[in-house]
């Protein structure tokens, strides 16, 4: 007996540019959550770390793009796709290697964008007729913008509190363990968390 199985692609999705994650919006809300001096600015360094190391182990959690960064998706061909990153906000362009292998831009007018909102993946959808591929690994590039502009109110204070955590533990030495603490972090990150 044969079966038949459509299998879904492989998508390979990578950040292009990092994310500032905006410490200059965050540390002084930092600051306040740990009851710091706004104008004492000897442990900002170390502040800085914690935060950004707090924002990405919530971004690896979600499967968020929490910060905004501008990312690249990689295909064999051209096909209608889900993207593996949320929230998208805007396509930057569409390229391919034609069939004389030259990286060329395709037109706006060959796909279409749909954004499902922050809570779900945006797709990509192409047209009918596009032109043909240079026989190489990967052919296709979309280039794109992923994160918030503005972090939801429901993950800052995680992110502030996991960032805490790590600033005012730095030896390890935590009642129960930084597991607990990484527990506590992915319990109030659960509904954010993208499946």
Do not use: C
Request: charge should be negative.
């Amino acid at each position: 007996m044969i079966v038949l199985t459509t299998r879904r692609p492989e998508i390979v999705s990578r950040i292009k540019t990092p994310g500032s994650y905006t410490l200059t919006t965050l540390l002084p809300l930092f600051k306040k959550h740990l009851k710091w001096e706004a104008s004492d600015t000897s442990e900002d360094d170390l502040m800085g770390l914690y935060l950004t190391s707090a924002i990405k182990q919530a971004e690896t959690y979600t499967r968020r793009a929490i910060d905004v960064a501008t990312w690249e998706t990689f295909l064999d061909s051209f096909y209608d796709f889900d993207f593996d990153v949320a929230p998208v906000s805007a396509i930057t362009s569409v390229k391919y290697y034609n069939d004389a292998n030259v990286l060329t831009t395709l037109d706006p007018l060959n796909y279409t964008f749909i954004n499902k909102g922050p809570d779900a993946y945006a797709r990509l959808e192409f047209e009918s007729g596009l032109p043909a591929l240079y026989d190489r690994h990967e052919p296709v590039v979309i280039e794109y913008t992923a994160g918030y502009v503005t972090y939801p109110n429901d993950l800052v204070g995680p992110i502030l509190q996991y960032a805490a955590d790590l600033f005012e533990n730095r030896t390890n030495d935590v009642a129960g363990g930084l597991d607990q603490v990484t527990f506590g972090f992915h319990q109030r990150l659960f509904s954010y968390k993208m499946l």
